[in-house]
């Protein structure tokens, strides 16, 4: 039986910003979990090179303002972002973590599994890396010079905060794409494709004609006002965006869906974390051997 305070649809107060919000206990409540679906993973044929990276793109950023002007404290998820680091880990591939300026990783701590072992130690693992991570701007000075097999950008809403907008993700997407290199996102990840489309025409936006799946719409327009898990309606749709210049949105919900267009690897929510994480490593472990 929930608790009054679990009915509570009232998005909870951040006393460390003026009119800043964390998602309403309600909405947590049918939102995260103590454990996620990690059920073990083996990788007979895991990488042991050395060479080959991953570039995880990682924001910095915690708050977001939503159109009633009220902030939404926000960041990484950190079961989209640890949980396919756990699988890129586990099939041998180093990450390397970034942020635009080098500032912390800013992670929705509300939503940490603190029950799941495997999770937790994936974060430790990284924990130093986050709190000091690369400055993007100094990576793409040489992306070669990286050994990247991948580019990977986590969910959770505050990558809408200045990534989309931000000339350096866009000199990694291109990169990554022009050197046949895998892009990597999930739920409101994909914000950071639209860095590919800054300054060009429409009708050259970089993922264009690809197909992906993208947090839906719908959830943010409906069901997440009216729970409480965000303050207020959004300042722009990740989904709409995407779909304006050209990009097919291929799921209506989540459910776990994932999607592999070429070198584009997606998935829906935080409910596709685990799947994605298996289809990354494998996919990436198929690359090496054929390098």
């Known amino acids: 039986m929930s608790s009054p305070q679990q009915e509570d649809r009232n998005p909870a107060v951040d006393a460390a910003e003026e009119n800043a919000f964390f998602p309403s206990p309600y909405s947590l409540s049918q939102y995260t979990a103590p454990k996620t679906d990690f059920d073990g993973a083996a990788y007979p044929n895991a990488y042991k090179g050395g060479k080959w990276k991953v570039l995880m793109i990682a924001t910095q950023e915690r708050y977001m303002m939503m159109q009633n002007g009220k902030f939404f404290s926000t960041g990484n998820h950190p079961v989209e972002t640890l949980l396919p680091m756990l699988h890129m880990d586990l099939a041998g591939f180093e990450i390397d973590i970034a942020t635009p300026s080098g500032d912390p990783v800013k992670l929705e701590m509300w939503a940490f599994p603190q029950e799941d072992e495997a999770i937790k130690a994936i974060y430790e693992k990284h924990r130093a890396q986050m709190k000091a991570p690369k400055k993007l701007t100094d990576v793409v000075k040489d992306l070669d010079a990286g050994n990247y097999i991948g580019v990977f950008i986590p969910g959770g809403h505050g990558v809408m905060n200045g990534i989309p907008f931000n000339e350096d993700v866009k000199k990694a997407l291109f990169w990554a794409m022009n050197h046949d290199r895998h892009v990597i996102s999930l739920c409101h990840g ?54 304006e210049l050209g990009a097919k949105v291929v799921n209506s919900g989540i459910t776990g869906q994932v999607c592999n267009d070429r070198r584009l690897l997606t998935g829906d929510s935080p409910l596709a974390s685990n799947r994605l994480g298996k289809l990354v490593a494998e996919t990436l472990l198929a690359e090496v051997a054929a390098l």
Request: proline share 9%.
């Open 190 to 243: 994909p914000a950071g494709l639209l860095a590919a489309s800054m300054g060009e025409e429409k009708d050259d936006f970089l993922f264009r004609g690809y197909e992906m799946c993208v947090f839906p719409d719908s959830l943010d327009t409906g069901a997440n006002i009216d729970i409480g898990y965000i303050p207020g309606p959004m300042p722009w749709l990740v989904g709409e965006r995407l779909v």
